[in-house]
């Protein structure tokens, strides 16, 4: 039996032994329930649990010490906490790593700076995206990873803050507003790894310094005013894996020496000012090569383009001669020469037996020349194929219509001749199809009306001819229709319901009235009708289009009266010698000036007939409004409210808000404040007299699937617990069987979009769009840089920038993104991010929502502001628009809006300062847009 009980003993002390290697020591438990207390009680942590299950916190594997410790986003200030937190940090001797990115800190405390902080000294110090001004600190210790990245330092000189830390591996001080000189003692480290220097407002020449960290793997000094060459030596750096030197004002030759670093995985050095040719080499072992938008020449090296690692090429905006080389690698996936000035034809690309991976091939405005090769259909992969703008003559080759993935094809401005290929029809995903300005002939297949994802088809300025076929009606994707400048004629007897930006019938052969089916149009923008032989009278319905901007008759043979449209609608008529303005004055007979008897007499009792009928028929309008009214609301019903919930806890809003009122309020359309693609705002007065704005999603479409109402639910507690002045934040919902009714404090200028291209608009001053435009950046750079993953924002546009004042912008629809799925749309894939005209280029081939997309539509609303003009104005793009006149220097004032009042040089100045952020926004590549946080700070530094 004693044998037993010694086994039982030594038993229950191993068990001991071996639970009390799996705790904490108690003193430390006490440190973290103090640095939880003196932290204002973090909601994550609990104290009667060990402190190794807590959020944020790591420990060792047999939980008896604490390494890690992230106190992310928890709001943390200088003054809003107890004071004693840091000495607490420091209190965990075996902490080796300290995370107190995404707070408020305009300081960093004194004590993490110092060999003393743990055992001795932090390993690694993470105080990003926080608000650090003022002086730099001087580090000490054992400090490996060093990140500052996202602060605002301003005019700080960097001398030998660094030059303590011996043993640093990554220094990253990006997006910190420095604006001195490239500091060039960065660290005694030979160790160092990682540099990241990039978004500030650096100057001078890259330093010689920087080529003697021997073990750099990342060297990233983009974005910047950086100027004069790179430094021969930079190919000592024989371990580097990623150069980035991308938009500074470098120049001068590309060094050979770096093809001779083998470990070069990508460089970057577009937009900047290099010259010379591309040394020879240099994709050796590159995946990823950028110099595009420099002024490169020369030819471009037979062997760049075969090397079997590579993946991405973009050569384009140089002045590259010769050809295209023929041999190409089959891990290549986008190759962009477009903009320079190659020439010769379009190589056969040869990859042997091996697949290839080519997905965007770009070869847009050069001098290329010959036919289309028909082994292109060969490119299985291709999404985007873009041979515009060359010399290309021959026939489309009917081996295009094998590129089933894809979705743009751009062939326009060349020498193409010929039908169009019914194996068009075959891309069952194109998105847009551009065959304008060739010399194509023959009727318009009817099969091109399979195409049922097409948005935006351009045939304009070539030689077709024959009738639109009828199977058009049926392109319920389709948004703009170009076919002017052709030989087309006879009945128009269906068009695309759909459409939007344009509808161009321009100069051809229709005659006859206007066709009845235009008028079903409700969406259309622009509408271009002249120079045809359209005759009749003016049809009445066109002046129900409520959407349009632009209509242009002129040149046909229309007679009567034109209605009336909206003051901002621009009507042509020119060339109708018998078409009349209503208004017009002239439209008054010219026999009125004689006043015999006679005439007076005759017009008299045509006014007192004319008096009669209209009493009568106003009398019958009103007795059929009233009867219509009265019939909506009897059997008006109100929606079956499933859930209703506050989010907000701001007492004010919580007594006011009255969920019965606000559903009386959705049913009835006379509340409508603007409609945006996806959600229909709605005024709502509450029994107080508060007004609330009140918005409908329609689950109709099958995109809005999140799940169930539950994770909906979730979401909307998410969005509630947002904190910033230039986003419209949830204060309640309710939940419907069919629709989400979301609540959100009353803006009373209603949308941007109404407030600029309304009666208003000529109102706003430059001081109002700029703070405008500061508004809109600081909430979009908050929620892309958004504690727990970036929010995204599918539509983007001055609909769903809403007005609490001319200073104070508010965007809305932030909810988006959480409900839709794209996949599951009934309606058309590729226009559900955004509205037209602000949806960046790449989405058509993507289908991806992005925050350089986000980026793109912000620069729209930037260009809208600058120029009072619409996303879509005179049937273009603004965003195309504006790039094309930025590019004559001397034309930049045209851009701007005249009507902005008090138009100083200096206001002018602020103006093309700004154009110049709005245009690095709509870049064409997503690559070169600078990101949000950027894109604020370059707008804050405007003013200074």
Known sequence: MSRYLFYFLLLSLFVLKYVSCDELPSSLVTTMNNLNQALGNHTEWNSSTNPCSWSGVSCTRNNTSITKLSLWSLSISNENVNNSWPSLVCDIQTLESLDISNNRLTLIPQPFLLTTCGAGGLKTLNVSNNGLTGSLPTFQGPLEVLDLSHNSFGNVVIDSQFDRLNELRSLNISNSGFNSSIPTKLSNSTRLQELQLSSNFFEGRIPDQFTKYSNLTLLDLSVNRLSGTIPSGIGELSKLQFLLLSLNRLTGEIPQ???????????????????????????????????SYNELNGSIPSDLLSQQNLLTVDLSFNMLQGSIPSNISATLVRLRLGSNRLTGGIPSFSFGNVSPSLTYLEVDNNGISGMIPPELGLLKNLALLDLSHNDLSSSVPR???????????QLQHNKLYGEIPNEISRLQILVKLNMSENSMNGSIPSSLSMLSTLTNLDLHANKLSGEIPSSFG????????????????????????????ALNLSHNNFEGPIPNVISNLRSLEVLDLSNNRFSGDFPVLLGQIRSLTEIDVSNNMLTGSVPQFGQNVIVLIGGNSNLQRTSDPSSTPAGKNKKSVSVAII???????????????????????????????????????IKSNLLTLNVIHRTNLDFTKAMEAVSHTSNVIVKTRFSTYYKAIMPSGMSYIVKKLDWSDKMFQLGTHDLFETELEILGRLRNSSVMIPLAYILTSDSAYLFYEF?????????????????????????????????????????????????????????????????????????IDPSKSTGNLSAVAGSVGYVAPEYAYTMRVTMAGNVYSFGVILLELLTGKAAVSEGSELAKWVSSKSKQNDNLDQILDSTVSRMSPATRDQMLAVLKVALACVSESPEARPKMRSVLRMLLNVRN
């Open 257 to 291: 020496t770096i093809s001779a670093i083998t470990t070069l995985e990508r460089f970057a050095a577009n937009q900047n000012a290099f010259t010379g040719g591309i040394p020879p080499g240099i994709t050796s072992n590159l995946k990823n090569l950028d110099l």
């Open 399 to 409: 081996e295009l219509g094998e590129l089933n993935r894809l979705q743009v094809l």
């Open 474 to 501: 049926s392109m319920d994707s389709l948004l703009e229709l170009q076919l002017g400048n052709n030989q087309l004629g006879g009945t128009i007897r269906s068009l695309p319901t759909k459409l939007q930006i």
């Open 603 to 641: 017009v008299a009792s045509t006014a007192a007939v004319v008096a009669l009928v209209i009493v009568v028929f106003v009398a019958l309008i009103v007795s059929r409004r009233i009867h219509k009214v009265n019939d909506e609301e009897t059997h008006s019903t109100k929606p079956e409210v």
């Open 747 to 819: 803006t009373d200028k209603g949308s941007l979009f109404d407030v600029l291209h309304g009666s208003m608009g000529s109102g706003l001053d430059w001081t109002n769009r700029y703070s405008i435009a500061l508004g809109v950046a600081n909430g979009l750079a908050f929620l892309h840089g958004y504690t727990s993953g970036p929010i995204t924002l599918l539509d983007l546009s001055s609909k769903v920038v809403m007005l609490k004042s001319f200073n104070e912008p508010q965007i809305g629809d932030i909810e988006l993104s959480k409900l």
